[in-house]
């Protein structure tokens, strides 16, 4: 009888910090309330909250996510930084037998709330805190990297940081997956929602200026595989993937 158990596969390299992350001064200045204060994630992790914010699309957004993992998630993923929500568990429960997962965040406090909603920490899924404009991990480390409305709350300078590392560590062949707002055009949510970027997310209406790509590196040659837009054109999902024959 073959008794012999195949090796398991070995995760992406990627190493927790040395010392202590410093907080973004954007991060800090602008969104202490959202995501850096103690008493935040009492406070806006619940589902009515979150859907408040994303105007009744949030299951509709997450399961947006899910749509390109028909089969379940097999090989590696990495997930650049926490929501709140629903998000990480669903992507956990839809982990096949190998798959893995890697969530990034910069604030311990973001990670902490993540891993209190998940059932396998440090086994199928790894929870690291790392600043997004600088992935501690090799080139070419993941089969799907996914972005979930961090684009729009990053200035524009850490924004493309945050997008070549995303394009960096995903695999030849391997895709990227963003959900974020788009521009919504002659939307009844319009003013209300421009009215939200300027009291409260000072960098989002880039979001409704360029196109996602308009911030990837120069010479990506990414391929778009999926774009979709929700909520007659307030968000949007694309999913592009690294050509195969990159290094
Ligand atoms: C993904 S975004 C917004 C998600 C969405 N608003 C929600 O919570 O459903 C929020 C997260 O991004 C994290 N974040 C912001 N800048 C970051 C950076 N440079 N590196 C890693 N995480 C970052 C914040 O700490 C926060 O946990």
Redesign the pocket.
């Known amino acids: 009888m073959d008794s012999q158990k195949t090796a398991p596969r070995p995760l992406p390299d990627f190493k927790p910090p040395a010392e202590p992350l410093e907080i973004?001064a954007y991060?800090h200045d602008t969104?202490w309330w959202a995501?850096e204060h103690p008493k935040a994630p009492g406070f806006?992790d619940h589902g009515f909250m979150?859907n408040f914010?994303l105007l009744g699309n949030y299951n509709r957004l997450v399961r947006a996510v899910l749509e390109e993992f028909p089969d379940g998630i097999s090989g590696d993923m990495l997930q650049?930084?926490?929501?709140?929500?629903r998000?990480t568990p669903s992507l956990e429960e839809a982990l096949t037998e190998g798959g893995h997962l890697d969530v990034?965040?910069?604030?311990p406090t973001?990670l902490d709330t993540v891993r209190k909603k998940l059932k396998h920490v440090d086994d199928k899924v790894r929870l690291i805190q790392?600043?997004?404009?600088a992935l501690n991990c090799p080139d070419n480390s993941y089969d799907h990297v996914l972005m979930?409305?961090?684009p729009h709350?990053?200035p524009e300078k850490?924004r493309r940081m945050?997008m070549s590392e995303a394009i960096r560590v995903t695999k030849p062949g391997g895709r990227i997956i963003f959900v974020e707002f788009t521009n919504p055009g002659f939307h009844p949510f319009r003013l209300y929602e421009r009215l939200v970027f300027l009291l409260f997310e000072p960098f989002a209406v880039d979001m409704w200026r360029h196109e996602l790509t308009y911030w990837f590196p120069e010479g990506h040659n990414c391929i778009t595989l999926n774009h979709e837009t929700y909520f007659g054109h307030f968000f949007q999902k694309l999913v592009v993937q690294k050509p195969s024959d990159s290094h």
Do not use: K, M, N, R
């Open positions: 973004p991060l969104y995501y806006w979150i914010i650049v930084s926490c929501a709140y929500g998000l990034i965040d910069i604030l973001q790392c600043d997004a404009t979930f409305f961090l709350e990053v850490e945050a």
